[in-house]
């Protein structure tokens, strides 16, 4: 079940206008504390308001403004108009050099943005380009070394082949000499 307001909204307006009748701006603390210190700050401020709101809307009194540029005098009303007309001419201006910066700004950090990934992509690039020829360098090298090592397998495989011969050539000549006597000559 809704709670009854502690203060109403005619109590809130009335202590307002007497509020405004001292030559005091009425703000919410100021009604609250003409009421007595009762009701929210928060209602206060929202009745308040839209109290004031509704005033500034009527002109004369209690009935709504019905005017129209056509009912003000001719001269006023041009001037109004070439008033309006000129603002409106500075604002549009001021809204295309607003655009034409953010545009240009936009450009800007884009075209850099580009230049910073490019750079970027750039150096990659020739990195990787650096890499691919060491790669291939290091093939070339490598495949000189396989060759180099087939060459020196083979040349240990000869090499091999004639120590055994030359180990079975010297085997046999001990054995010759071993089994020849030794002649001795005189000296005479």
């Not at 206060?44 to 002109?59: H, L, T």
């Not at 403004?65 to 006023?76: K, R, V």
């Not at 580009?114 to 290091?138: F, G, M, P, R, T």
Request: hydrophobic letters at 35%; charged letters at 30%; one cysteine or more.
């Amino acid at each position: 079940m809704a709670r009854h307001a502690e203060v109403k909204e005619k109590e809130i307006i009335e202590a307002g206008i007497a509020i405004e009748k001292t030559g005091k701006l009425p703000n919410p603390g100021a009604i609250r504390a003409k009421l007595g210190f009762r009701g929210g700050l928060l209602r206060i401020r929202a009745i308040w308001e839209k109290y004031v709101a509704e005033k500034d809307n009527r002109i004369g009194g209690d009935k709504p403004t019905e005017l129209s540029f056509t009912d003000l005098p001719s001269e006023l009303a041009e001037a109004s108009n070439a008033l309006i007309d000129k603002q409106k001419y500075h604002l549009e201006q001021t809204v295309l050099h607003a655009y034409q910066r953010c545009q240009a700004l936009f450009e800007k950090r884009l075209d850099d943005q580009i230049n910073q990934h490019a750079n970027a992509i750039s150096y990659y690039a020739e990195y990787e380009k650096n890499a691919d020829e060491s790669i291939q360098k290091l093939e070339m090298h490598n495949g000189d070394l396989q060759s180099e090592n087939t060459d020196l397998n083979y040349e240990v495989r000869n090499l091999t082949v004639e120590n055994a011969k030359l180990k079975g050539s010297i085997a046999a000549f001990e054995r010759l000499l071993h089994k020849t006597q030794p002649i001795h000559v005189d000296p005479e």
